[in-house]
């Protein structure tokens, strides 16, 4: 082991004991009602802004400096279209979340459609966020391995104990903690980052490079299709963010919550341009490695002594748990929370703590199963990931917030019939992460597959008494969607080769699909009984 691997592993184990000691002072605010899950919702507007930045802006700063490392600048568009995620949240999302008092996306579904829909997709959640956990770890882990010389199954395994041994403790409050310390963490990485670029290099260096390297510096670099890709990505995430909901929603009220998302937007715009700035500085002084995380610390060990090396990549260890600890959490309330209760409908809250903290350790265990399954391929477990969650649970979620006339029935038949769905297609294309069956990404057979099972099952099951109303003046909204997906339907049509062959047609199918259910939610919005009721109520009123 190098003196770079020695000087990493102090900063690790004492970085280490002060998480430790987080979880361990975070337990007795855990112990106060709600506080394990949700922290009392006490959080200040600070706490809000430091949670949501170490969850988006950590693993966005480790995305940018792969992507940038290949493909240059135009890596930032994917930071801007997290950003854009978060202000949706932000501006349309926290309010009516905190009224309900949300604590998860499957409870949400839970509450509404019953114990089966509530267990199905907490099963589904919780064994879906290990991936993510476990592919930003791997990516993490190849970097470490560079001059540690672990290997990445044994830096997996540890990142997954730390986090069972702090998060087991303080739940909600122990992530606050240790979001808190991150931040702290990210500053000082900025700025040894920052030391590195003026040493080499240098502002002169980039300038040349720049010069014979113009298509790094071009803002369509990485392809206008993964751009758009990246956004459609977020954009339909917005109402499945479920880590950063139970984060936010810890808030004292909506509108600490707003804040604190309006500041980590603030604090995330140092992440998108210091890490496409550290991956293209990395590109200049080691040109010829195949990954971005991998060359960064060759680069740092050309250029800084070994303490600052040390130091820099604890902060890149701090993104990967400020990604992982959140994920894991929220995975573990899903299954010990929501599925504890639809299999135990009768627990006391106590015995919903004890459940989740059960769960963390067994998605403890799990993240270890898949990093040693597939350790070189991170991708393969976001698209898994991805495809399992969304397929299970978009349809679902715009019913509850959207179209009460969605069925109990529908929604379990969606959530089963999208997750199968999107299983089958990832087979069809040999569970390869870059090559998919037909050139359509997984989740978007499965969300298709999500809606169409859902808007079937409730209009047939509802057919002899729907409520329609076609009305321009008041369905106008309806109209507009028909007019967005023909659209759509005209350009898939007249491009359809280009869009193909650029992987779109997927999202471009979907994105035809979601206008007709948006069309069908404002054109039959409930039944003539619930009509009728609608009608009582405000003669009550009156």
């Not at 995975?331 to 015995?351: H, I, M, N, R």
Request: hydrophobic residues 55%; glycine residues 10%.
């Amino acid at each position: 082991m190098t003196s770079y691997g020695w000087w990493l592993i102090l900063f690790a184990v004492i970085y280490t004991l002060g998480l430790i000691l987080a979880g361990h002072f975070s337990r007795k605010k855990a112990a106060k009602e709600n506080g394990y899950f949700v922290g009392g919702r006490k959080f200040n507007k600070w706490i809000v802004a430091f949670c949501i930045t170490g969850l988006f802006s950590g693993s966005t700063f480790i995305s940018i400096v792969e992507l940038s490392y290949l493909s240059g600048i135009s890596a930032i568009w994917y930071g801007v279209a997290e950003t854009v995620q978060i202000l949706i949240i932000a501006f349309v999302i926290i309010g009516p979340f905190r009224e309900k008092l949300v604590v998860t996306v499957s409870g949400m579904i839970g509450d509404r459609y019953g114990r089966a829909a509530r267990g199905i997709g907490g099963a589904i959640t919780a064994f879906a966020f290990p991936m993510w956990s476990v592919a930003t770890a791997i990516a993490f882990a190849s970097a470490i391995h560079v001059f540690t010389g672990f290997s990445l199954t044994l830096s997996v395994a540890f990142t997954a104990l730390l986090l069972y041994l702090y998060l087991q403790a303080g739940g909600m409050w122990s992530i606050a903690f240790t979001q808190t310390m991150n931040f702290i963490v990210f500053i000082i990485m900025f700025i040894i980052g920052i030391i590195a670029f003026f040493v080499n290099p240098g502002v002169d260096g980039l300038r040349s490079f720049a010069a014979s390297n113009p298509a790094m510096f071009q803002w369509d670099g990485v392809g206008i299709q993964v751009i758009v890709a990246w956004f459609g990505t977020f954009l339909v995430n917005v109402i499945l963010a479920q880590a950063a909901f139970q984060m936010s929603l810890s808030c004292k009220t909506p509108e600490e919550g707003q804040k604190g998302l309006k500041l980590a937007v603030l604090f995330g715009i140092p992440f998108i341009i210091l890490g496409a700035l550290f991956g293209i500085s990395a590109a200049i002084v080691i040109p010829d490695s195949s990954l971005g995380l991998v060359a960064l610390p060759q680069y740092l060990m050309e250029v800084l002594p070994a303490p600052l090396v040390g130091l820099f990549f604890l902060g890149i260890w701090a993104c990967a748990l400020g990604w992982g600890a959140p994920c894991q959490f929220s995975g573990a309330t899903s299954l010990g929370k929501d599925v504890g209760s639809a299999v135990f409908p009768q627990a006391t809250s106590e015995q919903l703590v004890k459940y989740t903290k059960r769960s963390l350790l067994v998605l403890s265990i799990l993240m270890i199963v898949f990093g040693m399954a597939r350790t070189e391929q991170s991708a393969w477990w976001n698209i898994l990931a991805w495809t399992m969650r969304n397929s299970a649970t978009f349809a679902p979620v715009v019913a509850v917030l959207f179209w009460r006339l969605a069925t109990k029935e529908a929604v379990v038949g969606s959530m089963v019939g999208g997750f199968l769905s999107g299983l089958i297609w990832y087979h069809l294309g040999g569970w390869l992460p870059n090559e998919f069956h037909l050139n359509i990404h997984p989740v978007w057979i499965g969300m298709s597959a999500n809606i169409g099972i859902l808007v079937l099952i409730t209009l047939l099951q509802n057919a002899s008494k729907l409520k329609s109303n076609f009305s321009f003046e008041d369905s106008k909204k309806g109209y507009y969607a028909l007019f967005f997906g023909a659209l759509v339907l005209i350009g898939l049509i007249i491009e359809f080769e280009t869009i193909y062959n650029s992987g779109l047609l997927g999202i471009f199918s979907f994105s035809i699909l979601m206008s007709v259910f948006i069309a069908t939610i404002i054109f039959v919005p409930h039944t003539r009984l619930e009509d009728q009721k609608d009608r009582l109520r405000v003669a009550d009123v009156k």
